[in-house]
């Protein structure tokens, strides 16, 4: 039931604000409605922990082999976790903003989380790609309507480029669904073919799905609408875009790709890689490089993405796990940077790293969630962002499906210097050193952020301290996914 | 012994919790209770490390597990901690000068507001958590945490006076540095991993003998790359000079007496890997020995009193690494001690001059403070005597079992040890000599203020005056009494002590006469050069010392600029025009194709027609030829 | 008689239909071959349903009928076209002045 609930509570509440004409009265009901999904999304961790909750299934389409199958496992409570969290965190940290035509902007966050929690449990091919296009919709027109000067340029290129991705990913779809053998769209149906179809066949099958989840990650070189549209649209879309939306592409390699096309996943697994290691070594340059502070946080997403997706494709159960629980970390962590972000852009009115200067006497506080938050982006020990890290980095230099594990564990571990440089640059820059006229005026932040800062602090380090209270969760599913997936041994037999 | 796995993560817990009270009430509280929570959580863990220490002293050792740390497939780290001889010791040396250290900045910073008061002294203790983490874990991996704390901790405190760009620069530079380094340790435990299975101590070291001697090489020079950016050895010791930019008891904490030592703990942690790796202990040795005379002689030629003293700190830490490089453990730890002593007081001397001056820093502008800094000036003297090695003070017998070893492995080595420990005590005693005799060169003002700092300052000095002159006899060589190496002996269950070639007793005590003497020659010369301050514009051999090598610059040059430059490269124009003009370009190409084919719609039927004839045919043919 | 001389024949006419349309703009020429062509097809189908007829077992009564019942249809709509089209044609005659189809590309703009 709680799957449904995921879906429907957002749903339901997202089609009933547009009609608030009220803003206050949508603020208070879209953060109402947001703090039930969290309360069923912990229910279904805790005491609710149960297959018969957790899972359930309906007719729908079924001439088309297609059924309403959702179920949240492992990997879909992590993320159901973190796009439950995420979106009161939003609502309370962005309480001050307002919007035009709120009820519309709030309507349509809430469509978004129903998209993507759709997606997250959806256990049906068809049912995925519905979700996954569900979660775009929303969000074209959250950006292209609420945001900075160049937002519709930057919102249609995003919206060009992932629908191009989508579509390729549909055609890969119904081609799988011709080939199972009882013509249906079921998981278990898609999952039996992995080993199935010739090597050839599913190399393409392969790109037209990848190039969806690398576009939606994003993987170098897909990454360019990235930057452009974190500057132009709105914060909280923002927020919910590189917290939750990226993490799709992440989830889908899991759920739809490596079990789904598992002998291309293992002959490309090289080359992407390779992209993911070149992506990571080269938006960490460019983060060092960048001025503005939302491209400076987009390209540092594209840099740790980047290292989730090398993971992947090393097939190894300490990656996989790795990668599952920094989907969370990463989602929290840039969350915390958004709202820093946010903050220093609201108090100051530019985003100008080199502009800034002094901001920790000024504001204290926000100084010292900003470097708690940074350090847990750099991935320091006793931070949630360390021990994804180590899994990942461990897991890509323990991998059997390449013979160049080395050279990537050694190439990807170089952005651990990368990033401290960018990471305390960008901090010494904005809160360090004497003020000046435009930092001056700034105050410190506001309780709401404040409130929602020290949720995630203490996210940030319970995590870093006891990691295996998320580890349990995704355990048994990466097995899984590991098994259904390795074909070292089909090819080596043959 | 089983009580002292109940309560033995007391240790590293009691200063987290000081560093929690003091971090989340540092505006309620007020600066002496502040000041008493953070003394009063190291004392206690302090007097439980005395009391593991007495536990261990028969050889035992204990790992205790609390919970799974991580547990993924093959990869099991459970939280765990170590407790054996070498563990104690250096439980010992971090809490109990961290507790001399955390009583002389209760009134070293006393000018501090108490908002920063408190900040400063939860960093202190979260650093002594880390640096308990790092010598406790069980495995490589809690010892990876403690690792990076300490380096966090390291960052915040050069950090500590944020509102001046180049010390939050130096706190950058200490923490990318430190990165460095990380990345190659990381590298090691992934290594190990991959072929051991395990990252706990017991299990690699044990398995360590079966590895490839290839892959043993391997990890333990990334686990040395690690080391050398902990303890400022070459290439990667530029952030430690800088890292003066702290408060000095935090110079003495961190940079001198502890943090440094991490690697140097780390090696010997994994002598079980490194005695398997000689291709890696003749690299640790030649590094170490390189270090130690490449800080020395830009020690000569610097004039800020803090400056002399990290050099200082990174030719010392070079001899260890020698030790260590030699096999010679004991020796090793014997100088991590005794610099522990004497580096700590040094430091806080240096600490109480710059606190009587207001805080000038520039040894050419003090002299003759000996007149109104009588304790501090005894202390110091006591200091420099005990890095220079003058029998009987603690560096003579730590830094002659270093010699000694050396001496035994390879004459070149030795000369050129001895040819760095002259170094020492010349700039030691430079320093000495330019502070505290001649005449006084500052202001009137600063004449007017100096002054010795108050009781807790003072005595600080003086306890850690008694264990640099007494620290040694723990480990007096076989030549002068029978059993009197105490320490070789309590480590010995830990660290197996190898003697190879080991040279007479007449020889031994030649030795030791002969350091000795061209040691008190060499302070002569210094005595005779800097008795009176001369001011002399450097030239030629010495500029270039002053400018410490030019180092810093060659790294800009040759890294940091370059990056930076391909950074920005790969900003302005390869993202936006190669990237996001192959996207946009693709783009275009659609948009320029549809514009074209939008001409074939020219509006002429007779042109549809013929179209659709000629496709017709078209499609007649193909057929036609396919049927073939 | 071989079926091959009606698909000459029909052959032969739709070609002429085709180049007529081709080459001529006049509109009123343009119809005429349509209609052309459209005969063409009718001779062929006709042409085809009766060898057919012809060779199939007299089993059933409609079977080849559909051919020629086809032809008949084709008749009517081409009526139908033409009786519609000629009124466009007059209609164009009495706004331009022209029935050649080259002016009649107005739609474009």
């Known amino acids: 039931m709680i799957p449904v609930l995921f879906i429907l509570i957002p749903l339901i509440s997202g089609l009933a604000l547009f009609f608030f004409k009220n803003e206050k009265t949508a603020k208070s009901f879209a953060l109402f409605s947001s703090l039930i999904t969290l309360a069923v999304a912990v229910s279904g961790l805790t005491f609710l922990n149960d297959n018969k909750f957790l899972q359930y299934s309906h007719g729908w389409l079924s001439f088309l082999g297609s059924s309403f199958a959702v179920k949240v496992d492992g990997m879909g409570q992590i993320l159901c976790l973190l796009t439950a969290i995420s979106y009161p965190a939003i609502f309370i940290s962005t309480w001050k903003n307002e919007y035009h035509k709120a009820g519309n902007f709030f309507g349509l966050m809430m469509l978004e989380q129903a998209g993507l929690m759709g997606v997250f449990v959806a256990m049906d091919a068809l049912l995925f790609y519905f979700f996954w296009e569900l979660a775009l919709v929303p969000i074209y027109f959250l950006s292209s309507m609420w945001g900075g000067e160049k937002r519709v340029r930057a919102t249609f290129r995003f919206f060009i480029y992932t629908f191009l991705g989508s579509v390729l990913m549909l055609v890969a779809i119904i081609y799988l669904f011709s080939q199972t053998k009882d013509h249906s769209f079921s998981i278990e149906s898609f999952y039996s073919l992995g080993k199935v179809i010739p090597g050839k066949t599913q190399s393409w099958l392969f790109w037209m799905m990848f190039l969806a989840f690398a576009i939606k990650m994003p993987v170098f070189p897909f990454h360019t609408w990235q930057p452009d549209l974190y500057e132009q649209s709105n914060t909280p879309t923002t927020m919910v875009l590189s917290a939750v939306i990226v993490k799709m592409g992440v989830f889908a390699c899991f759920r739809w790709l490596l079990p789904v096309v598992s002998i291309a996943s293992f002959q490309w697994g090289d080359v992407v890689t390779s992209l993911a290691v070149i992506g990571i070594l080269y938006a960490s340059l460019i983060a060092i490089r960048q001025d503005d502070l939302k491209r400076f946080v987009a390209y540092s997403s594209i840099a740790h993405i980047g290292l989730m997706c090398a993971t992947i494709f090393s097939e190894t159960e300490i990656g996989f796990q790795g990668v599952m629980i920094q989907m969370f970390n990463h989602g929290i962590n840039i969350l915390g940077l958004w709202i820093v972000v946010e903050m220093i852009e609201g108090q100051t009115g530019t985003r100008k790293i080199s502009e800034l200067g002094g901001l920790a006497q000024k504001a204290p506080s926000l100084a010292l969630f900003a470097v708690i938050v940074g350090l847990a982006n750099l991935a320091l020990p006793l931070t949630n962002a360390f021990i994804g890290e180590f899994m990942m980095f461990n897991g890509i230099f323990s991998s059997d499906s390449t013979r160049y594990h080395i050279v990537f564990t050694a190439l990807a571990a170089i952005s651990i210097i990368l990033v401290s440089v960018y990471i305390l640059n960008m901090i010494r820059k904005v809160f360090y050193g004497d003020d000046n006229q435009i930092t001056r005026e700034a105050k410190d932040i506001k309780w709401n952020s404040k409130l929602v800062l020290s949720v995630i602090v203490i996210i940030i380090i319970w995590l870093g301290i006891y990691p295996d209270s998320m580890l349990n969760l995704t355990r048994s599913l990466s097995e899984s996914i590991l098994k259904s997936s390795d074909v070292i041994h089909l090819l080596s037999g043959k | ?628 | 008689m071989p079926v091959n001389y009606y698909i000459f024949l029909s052959l032969a006419l739709f070609a002429i239909g085709i180049v007529g349309v081709l080459v001529r703009r006049n509109a009123i020429v343009f119809f005429m071959c349509i209609e052309i062509m459209l005969n063409a097809v009718n001779l062929l189908l006709v042409a085809f349903s009766k060898m057919h007829h012809a060779n199939q077992a007299a089993g059933l009564a409609n079977v080849g009928i559909d051919g020629q019942l086809f032809v008949f249809f084709i008749m009517v709509v081409a009526a139908a076209e033409v009786s519609v089209g000629l009124a466009i044609i007059v209609m164009l005659f009495r706004n331009v002045h022209s029935v050649n189809v080259n002016f009649l590309n107005r739609l474009k703009h």
């Open chain 2, 1 to 628: 012994m089983q009580n002292v796995l109940q309560i033995v993560w007391l240790i590293p817990f009691l200063p987290l919790i000081g560093f929690l009270i003091n971090g989340l009430f540092r505006k309620q509280l007020s600066k002496s209770l502040i000041a008493i929570i953070a003394c009063t959580t190291v004392l206690a863990s302090f007097v439980l490390s005395i009391w593991v220490f007495l536990q261990v002293k028969g050889g035992n050792s204990h790992v205790a597990e609390y919970f799974n740390l991580i547990s993924a497939g093959s990869l099991k780290v459970p939280f765990a901690f170590q407790i054996d001889a070498l563990s104690s010791l250096f439980l010992l040396i971090i809490t109990g000068i961290g507790f001399i250290i955390h009583v002389y900045s209760t009134s070293y910073m006393k000018e501090e507001t108490r908002e920063h008061y408190g900040r400063y002294f939860s960093y202190l203790n979260l650093f002594v958590f880390s640096m308990l983490l790092l010598v406790m874990g069980a495995n490589y991996v809690i010892m990876y945490l403690g690792w990076e704390g300490v380096a966090l901790c390291s960052y915040l405190l050069i950090g500590y006076w944020f509102k001046n760009t180049e010390f939050s620069k130096a706190a950058n530079k200490a923490f990318i540095m430190n990165r460095i380094g990380d990345l190659a340790f990381l590298l090691a435990l992934f290594w190990i991993f991959s072929k051991t299975g395990s990252l706990n101590f017991d299990v690699v070291f044990s398995k360590g003998p079966l590895l490839d001697s290839s892959d043993i090489t391997i990890i333990t020079l990334l686990l040395f790359f690690g080391a050398t950016a902990k303890s400022a050895q070459i290439p990667l010791y530029t952030w430690l000079p800088d890292a003066m930019a702290g408060p000095t008891p935090v110079s003495a904490l961190i940079h001198a007496a502890t943090m440094v030592n991490a690697g140097i703990y780390m090696i010997t942690r994994s002598e079980a890997l490194y005695s398997l790796a000689p291709v890696t202990q003749n690299v640790v040795a030649i590094t170490g020995l390189a270090t130690a005379i490449l800080a020395a002689t830009i020690a000569l030629k610097q004039n800020d009193i803090k400056k002399v003293l990290a050099y200082s700190t990174v030719s010392q830490l070079g001899y260890i690494f020698l030790a260590l490089g030699l096999g010679a453990y004991t020796a090793g730890i014997f100088h991590v001690m005794t610099h522990a002593f004497f580096k700590a007081l040094l430091f806080l001397a240096a600490g109480s001059v710059i606190h009587a001056m207001g805080g000038e820093q520039d040894i050419r502008k003090m002299g003759g403070l000996k007149g109104k800094l009588k304790i501090t000036y005894i202390t110091f003297v006591v200091g420099c005597l005990a890095i220079s090695g003058i029998p009987p003070f603690s560096g003579f017998f730590s830094k002659d079992a270093i010699l000694l070893s050396a001496f035994e492995h390879n004459k070149v080595l030795y000369v050129l040890a001895l040819f760095g420990a002259l170094l020492t005590a010349y700039y030691m005693f430079r320093l000495l000599f330019l502070t505290f005799n001649g005449s006084f060169r500052g202001t009137q003002e600063q004449k007017d203020h100096l002054h010795e700092g108050p009781a807790t300052m003072t005595l600080s000095l003086i306890v850690l005056a008694i264990l640099s002159f007494a620290g040694g006899f723990i480990g007096i060589p076989e030549v002068f009494a029978t059993g009197g190496d105490k320490l070789s002996e309590f480590l010995s269950p830990v660290v197996p002590v190898f003697r190879e070639g080991a040279v007479s007793h007449s020889t031994e005590i030649i030795l030791m006469v002969l350091t000795a003497v061209l040691v008190i020659v060499v302070i002569v010369m210094a005595w005779l050069r800097f008795r009176k301050y001369q001011q002399v514009e450097e030239k030629g051999i010495g500029k270039f010392l002053e400018n410490k090598w030019y180092v810093d610059e060659l790294y800009d040059n040759v890294i940091v600029n370059p990056l930076s430059r391909f950074g920005d490269f790969l900003k302005n124009v390869f993202d936006r025009s190669v990237v996001d003009g192959l996207v946009n370009g693709v783009g275009r190409l659609v948009n320029y194709g549809s514009r074209q084919i939008r001409l074939l719609q020219s509006g002429q039927v007779t042109g549809y027609v013929l179209l659709m004839v000629l496709s017709m045919l078209l499609i007649f043919v193909v057929q036609f030829f396919l049927r073939k």
